[in-house]
């Protein structure tokens, strides 16, 4: 590289200073940004790595990436096939299946008749190895010391065709799939708002769930899906493989061919479609709730987002303009309005862009501080959206997004797997190795029609999903708010007493529920363990062990499943027992002082302590709203907690719609109780109620996947 | 008559000293000393347009004064909030204009300013050099910042007790290093984080962050000799009056000193020797309750004072038995819980090992709280019995091949590089060492791995920390593991442990 003049000769006048190299003259003077001169850098070439692309004759394509800085090379088996191609239950089919993909990606870790451990071939090596789902695609990666480079070809040639998929291999590692949902997705509300958030997005598509899949299908998939679902999308044509580091790349492709070109794809003659991606035309916004334990209240938005690839390319690379000048660092739009200002109201704000083949979504999501609401956080995100809409974006934050894109560009070749990463990825979203560099090239000439026509398209709130995480503790809340007045109401304690109690009443539902889900799953896994018993006799004693001996077989688990049952019994009968002591004392404070007991409050607790058996006496919301009292706003958001944990969410739904318009005509007139009905108990303020004055509620959908 | 370039060369600095340099085995770099005590370590490399810029000092949360947890975390936060002529929306500014990125990293030892830019731009490295030296040494640490900060960092210290995996990690070394102040959270608790004052984060960066307890490293595409120039022109008139903290150990062969010139404890030939462990009954299972009836997974730690540091001629061992244990995915813990039982998506067992005498051990997992007391016994034997059982050879020799033959990928890129010599330079390591890592694990056998194990568990009590509902605590008691104490999560979070 050539060495570059610098400047002023500081340095050069000091004897004992490092050695000089006879063309290079040091020391630059004070490096301010209007006099930069020679860099202290040499010239950078293209960042666009080299690439020999071979398609074998069994449809299989091979990209080789060569690059010798380091002794280390990288081997990554795409296969085109993900959550989008998983079914959920239809008709009367007991499963689906989702998670499927992600389900299958762990088998495949189960070893062969030739490599029997995986990981026990491997690891020795010095290699890393793991694998990743998503909607797309199921990518497999090894890494490896280059010395390896053919063992590996070997071993993942080796299990992509002859994987070892029985009832022995597969039951295990479907009690860690389901460990890792309820680790990174049940235990994590952001998590679940996300889940839902993205369910609401798509009426029609796959995307609609996430590469985890929903528990009850985990539960569920039978060995005949697992091995169904391997021959269908596991065949060369519908894979390729990236190898990057430093091989040779003669070499390299006549071992693929040695080992990968035997491999049949007689069964298929090509990959099996990609199931279409029908665009969602749904009108929002669109709003829905988790109610999870959380001290936090988290937000998660999706709007409708282009994919990268095809014709949407140039409106993508727009996206990703707007996303940076939003969103990056300290200086985002965003970031500096609702984190780094003298007044935040957001201690976390995050976004992410999807790249995946078909439309899909482009996600805010943000931890609120405790003062601030939904409605004022989303508010401040709508007007930013318009802006961008209206006005584009200032030269100085285009400068600043395309130099934000480019170091994204050139950390995405650092290393060889994210080399190689990035060019699977693009492969599968656009089907061009080198999209994410095209857009590189494109993002100087995007202009500001077209960052204003993205604006105007698809950040808006029509496009809009929104799920806010809302904490049990709310109801209990807005119960002391209600209750905590002078004179003090005479069903004040006993309303507290039942929120309580209420709240008490919803986790222990839950866990009821998770309990039936347990004994569901422990009947299919004793079904499974029969059937294949029945198709393999020689390996019943193996199967039984694993039955009688794992933690996850089923002897352990009725046990364990035996045990909670006693502790929810004793659970339920000392709710109920509360619950009948608290109805007996609601009668005895209406009968001593009936003139002074309210109506509204006496009819919530009412609410609360309605058995689970019987039908709830929900009141219906006055049409007219003139003369509407805070104890009778209180009352219906009380109804509408109700309800929806009883699963009547049209009347809840009626309920909540009912408070908020109630709420926006009393507006400064409103009472504290009032103001905080309903953002104690759902998800906006009534501050915020202006703005979003006829708001569209979704009709929850049935709940089958959570 | 004085002459600019008089004058100039009236005013530079002395010239960079030359120091030594890693062995040919391992990636190229060279190692100076400005004139003001601080080392420079330059890893050239022209692969990629890339720079990787750290500037790491040994000093960390440990040195926060008492009330005032967090103030290091604090000051490292707010070194880009503004600078001379620049405030903390010009910064960020400029630095997005150059697609670059300042942020830090503070732990109990240390604190590192890190700073990455493309040299896409040639004339992008002096302008985000020169960002960067303003942030290191002239950050103005504004109050209206400050106050604004305390609010974001007291809502995610709240926040956490949604991420039970991390409320285990600061719990475990919280208990683990009881009395000790590289057991207290590296960002403080609420309680400590509203006592943080302007003067307070002044006064310990002005006392901390100096030269002589500084070491920069710098890799990526540069020309060695005009980045020194410059480096040596900017950095190395940078002085302090503040005397260095110098800090004595305990621990024989382990110099804590921050200052060198004969201020550290000399004893090149320790032994494996410890602090005995405290007196008097003590809990040693801790639940962290967290108001979560339904939590589906339940994290679980079970941990100790790691004694063994660099200098110690058992490192070797006694980092292949960490290997065994929990180092890998087929290592005993992963193969057991989550492999063959299902109990869990990841068993692992984390060492810190390093050069101080304050780290903590611990195993790492989860379970659902049907499992937890199974799991935690499972794992609490394995852990017991790479102490008592000597390792198979086939399983040795395995797990001895995965930390030799995966040592490459320690230099993959630069940015692996810089923290590799990163790593040295802190923990005061020579070169040497680095290089004869494989070396020094491929010479371990059977009955050494077992010995510095044995005598590792032997020398501290052992703590379990559960974070999940209160209403484990009897199911924990029924471990028969010693007292259990319930602390709420959101009490420690508030003041610690």
Known sequence: ?706 | MITPLLLALVLSAPPPRLLDAPPASLPHATRYQLANGLRVVLVPNLAVPWLDVRLAFRIGSASDPDGKGGLASMVGSMLTSGVPGLDEQAFAEALARLGATIGSDVDAKTFTLSGQVTTLDPGAAPRFLELFRAAALEATLPEAVLTRQKKLRIAGIEDLQNEPEQLADMAVRAFVLAGRAEGRPTFGTTTSTSALTQADLVAWRDRALIPAHAVLVIGGAFDEPALLAWLNDKFGQWTTTTECNVTKSTLPGQCSALCRDGQCLDNPTATLRFTPASAGPQPSVILLAVDDPTMTQVQWRYGQIDPVVLTNPDWAAFRLATQVLGGEFTARLNNILRTREGMTYGAYLSPELGAWESNVMSIQTDASPAALTRSITIGVGEYRRIARELVPTRELEDMRNTLVNGFPFRFETVSDVVGQYLFVELADMPYSWLAGYTDAIARVDAEQLRAAFQGAIAAHPQWLVVVGPATLENALAGLNMGPVLVVPASTFLAQGR
Request: hydrophobic letters at 45%.
């Open chain 1, 1 to 706: 590289m050539r060495v570059l003049v610098l400047g002023l000769l500081l340095l050069s006048a000091c004897p004992s200073a490092p050695e000089a190299r006879p063309d290079s003259v040091a020391g630059p003077r004070d490096v301010v940004a209007s006099e930069v001169e020679a860099p202290l850098t040499p010239p950078a070439g293209t960042i666009r790595p080299t690439l020999r692309h071979e398609q074998l004759d069994n449809g299989l394509d091979v990209y080789l990436v060569p690059d010798h800085t380091s002794p280390l090379v990288v081997v990554q088996v795409w296969v085109k096939t993900g959550s989008r191609n998983e079914h959920e239950a239809t008709g009367g089919a007991d499963h689906g299946t989702t998670g499927l993909s992600h389900f299958f990606e762990h088998l495949m870790f189960q070893g062969t008749q030739r490599f029997p451990s995986y990981d026990d071939a491997l690891t020795p090596l010095g290699a890393q190895n793991n694998a990743f789902t998503y909607q797309d695609a199921t990518v497999f990666w090894a890494y490896t010391p280059k010395q390896h480079l053919r063992l590996v070809l070997d071993i993942e040639a080796d299990r992509f065709e002859h994987m070892n998929v029985d009832f022995l291999h597969v039951e295990p590692e479907r009690a860690v799939v389901e460990n890792e949902r309820r680790e990174h997705t049940d235990a994590s509300p952001t998590s679940l708002a996300e889940e839902l958030a993205t369910k609401n997005a798509f009426d029609h598509s796959a995307y609609r769930w996430g590469p985890i899949g929903w528990m009850r299908d985990l539960d569920a998939i039978t060995l005949d899906e697992v091995q169904a679902y391997h021959a269908l999308h596991y065949h060369p044509a519908g894979a390729f493989l990236v190898i990057a580091g430093d091989l040779d790349a003669d070499q390299t492709m006549a071992w693929v061919h040695e080992l990968w070109g035997p491999i049949a794809g007689a069964a298929h003659a090509a990959a099996p479609p990609r199931p279409p991606v029908a665009p969602e035309t749904w009108q929002g916004p669109r709003s829905d709730h988790v109610i999870e334990d959380s001290p936090t209240t988290s937000v998660v938005w999706e709007y409708r987002a282009p994919p990268p690839g095809g014709t949407t390319t140039r409106a993508y690379a727009a996206l990703e303009i707007i996303d940076y000048v939003l969103t990056a660092g300290k200086s985002g739009r965003l970031q500096k309005r609702l984190v780094y200002s003298d007044t935040p109201e957001v201690s976390e704000l995050g976004a992410s862009l999807g790249t995946l083949a078909d439309p899909y979504l482009y996600e805010w999501n943000a931890d609120l501080l405790p003062d601030a609401t939904v409605a004022g956080v989303e508010a401040a995100l709508d007007e930013e959206l318009s802006a961008v809409a209206a006005h584009g974006v200032s030269p100085d934050e285009l400068v600043r997004a395309v130099a934000g894109l480019r170091t994204t560009a050139v950390q995405a070749i650092l290393s060889n797997s994210e080399r190689a990463e990035g060019i699977g990825f693009a492969l599968v979203s656009a089907g061009d190795p080198f999209a994410q560099f095209a857009r590189l090239e494109a993002y100087p000439s995007i202009t500001q029609a077209e960052l204003q026509a993205v604006a105007s398209t698809y950040l808006v709130p029509a496009t809009r999903s929104r799920v806010a995480v809302v904490a049990p503790k709310r109801l209990q809340t807005l119960s002391h708010l209600w209750t905590d007045r002078r004179p003090p109401a005479p069903l004040g304690p006993l309303m507290n007493r039942a929120s309580d109690w209420f709240v008490s009443q919803q986790v222990h539902q839950r866990s009821l529920a998770e309990a039936d889900r347990e004994e569901r799953a422990i009947a299919l896994l004793a079904q499974r363990a029969d059937v294949a018993k029945a198709a393999d006799p020689s390996a019943k004693a193996a199967i039984d062990k694993y039955l009688s001996d794992s933690e996850a077989g089923v002897t352990k688990r009725r046990a364990r499943l035996a045990t909670t049952r006693k502790a929810l019994a004793l659970k339920t009968r000392e709710l109920e027992a509360q619950r009948v002591a608290f109805v007996a004392q609601l009668a005895a404070v209406a009968q001593t002082s009936a003139a002074r007991v309210g109506g509204p409050m006496r009819q919530a607790i009412e609410l609360l302590l309605a058995a689970p058996s019987e039908g709830l006496g929900v009141p219906m919301p006055p049409r007219e709203l003139t003369g509407i009292s805070d104890d009778e706003l209180a009352l219906h958001v009380v109804s509408a907690w109700v309800c929806e944990a009883r699963g009547l969410f049209a009347t809840a739904q009626r309920a909540r719609a009912f408070v908020l318009r109630a709420a926006a005509q009393l507006g400064d007139k409103a009472s504290p109780l009032a103001r905080g009905a309903y953002a104690l108990a759902f998800d906006t303020s009534v501050e915020g109620l202006a703005l979003v004055d006829t708001p569209s509620f979704v009709v929850r959908p049935t709940r089958s996947g959570r």
